[in-house]
């Protein structure tokens, strides 16, 4: 079936954005979605307290689905986080007790609000926790209900074992029935809310299979997978890390200004991708991207930069975010002038400032670097300025008079982009 042949709204919109990779009937999937409200899931491993720039193509699959009016299940895994899934790890996660799962659970489904619009309607989106069906189901009786209908051979050649394996990594028994445990969530899923969807990433495939299998089995019943391409940069690197560090949806974890300068600057080959990826803007309107290159490309970066700063953090947020980097690349910010009240603030003691602020501290602080030694090696590349001196001492402090002036206002400036407003309490 070509694309050129699909019918249902949803399906011809992910097509054209680039979001979908397989599927396990695209006909019959497509059929489905122009007869009614299909229910879809995407399942989240509360692993954090906070869900990174990683997941937002997910988040992305679900708010198309209830834009064209059909209904998304959110999943967190509180039941299987306690395991953790094995896909596209090379070692098994670290065990999260039941307070850091439930703290995890609220905080992915504050950040998904921004996406989808929750509640009791026929395509509001429903937010489920695996652990209310697999907490409760006996060990014995999941061996029965499941174990009996999954072949071992075929989950030896699923990625996620064979990658362990031919790397003669450990892999425990506990995440050996991750993919039995997802795809018995399929199966619960279509039971509570008539599910006949799952999406997710190509590295999920394996275990999306394994639930369309098991609800065939189990239920009789015909139901899809949908998997998109793993999502890299033009360099080949996994979306979600700069500088080794994960781009979080949370301001906290991520300042705001930082999570904005982070799409500014994505490659060049990557702006008219991602546009599309990531924002809701009309696909007719982003077709100019597709043939511009050079300098213009800028635009398109703050375009990108903007609203998906937007869809995270709300647009009131996006543009003080834009205005504080335009400020930042002015000579008056740079030299610690005005124009800097958007910059991410660094609040400085002045009880610290006394005993000595290290310069070291600060740059960790800013998570711009990922050890104190890639901090010195900043300051020795000249890479790091105070307001306009150039800090080549990697023993430096900050100066004890630096607030003296109620009028002063410090910039801390690290590498070529990123900036920083000192403020004291």
């Known amino acids: 079936?070509?694309?050129?042949?699909?019918?249902?709204?949803?399906?011809?919109e992910l097509h054209d954005r680039g979001l979908i990779y397989q599927?396990?009937?695209?006909?019959?999937?497509?059929a489905a979605l122009t007869s009614g409200v299909v229910t879809g899931y995407i399942g989240f491993e509360p692993t954090a307290n906070s869900?990174?720039?990683?997941?937002l193509v997910q988040l992305t699959r679900l708010r198309w689905l209830q834009h064209f009016d059909h209904r998304p299940i959110l999943l967190v895994g509180g039941a299987t986080g306690k395991i953790g899934d094995p896909s596209d790890k090379d070692e098994a996660r670290p065990f999260l007790t039941q307070e850091q799962l439930d703290?995890?659970?609220?905080?992915i489904k504050a950040q998904a609000s921004h996406f989808l619009t929750f509640g009791d309607g026929a395509t509001e989106a429903v937010l489920v926790d695996n652990a209310d069906w697999l907490?409760?189901?006996g060990y014995l009786d999941f061996l029965r209900q499941v174990g009996s209908h999954i072949s071992v051979n075929r989950m030896l050649t699923m990625d996620s074992v064979r990658r362990r394996l031919d790397r003669e990594q450990n892999l425990s028994f506990l995440e050996f029935n991750y993919s039995l445990l997802q795809g018995y969530d399929f199966v619960e899923l279509y039971s509570r809310y008539g599910c006949r969807l799952q999406m997710g990433g190509s590295e999920q495939w394996s275990n999306i299979l394994t639930g369309v299998d098991l609800v065939r089995r189990l239920k009789g019943a015909e139901v899809f997978g949908v998997t998109g391409a793993l999502l890299t940069t033009a360099n080949g690197e996994k979306m979600g890390k700069t500088a080794g560090n994960a781009v979080w949806l949370d301001a906290t974890k991520t300042s705001v200004f930082d999570f904005w300068q982070y799409w500014r600057n994505v490659e060049?080959?990557?702006?008219?991708?991602?546009?599309?990826?990531?924002?809701?803007?009309?696909l007719t309107e982003l077709q100019r991207w597709d043939h511009v290159q050079g300098a213009e490309?800028?635009?398109?970066k703050k375009q990108l930069a903007t609203e998906v700063t937007a869809l995270v953090h709300g647009r009131d947020a996006a543009l003080n975010a834009a205005s504080a980097a335009q400020a930042a690349y002015t000579s008056g910010a740079a030299a610690g002038g005005g124009g800097i009240d958007n910059l991410p603030t660094l609040q400085i003691a002045q009880a610290d400032l006394a005993t000595g602020v290290?310069?070291?501290?600060?740059?960790?602080?800013?998570?711009?670097a990922g050890t104190r030694s890639d901090a010195r090696r900043l300051i020795d590349q000249g890479g790091v300025r105070l307001g306009d001196a150039v800090i080549k001492d990697v023993n430096a402090t900050l100066p004890a008079n630096l607030f003296a002036a109620p009028s002063v206002e410090a910039v801390l400036s690290l590498g070529k982009k990123r900036r920083f407003r000192l403020v004291t309490q």
Do not use: W
């Not at 079936?1 to 011809?12: G, N, P």
């Open 268 to 282: 060049d080959s990557d702006v008219a991708r991602f546009l599309k990826i990531f924002t809701a803007l009309p």
């Open 23 to 30: 599927t396990t009937d695209l006909a019959g999937l497509d």
């Open 51 to 55: 869900l990174h720039i990683g997941h």
């Open 1 to 12: 079936m070509t694309d050129t042949a699909l019918k249902s709204d949803l399906l011809r």
């Open 103 to 107: 703290s995890n659970k609220s905080a």
């Open 297 to 300: 490309l800028n635009e398109g």
């Open 135 to 137: 907490d409760a189901i």
């Open 358 to 368: 290290s310069i070291i501290d600060l740059i960790m602080q800013t998570g711009t």
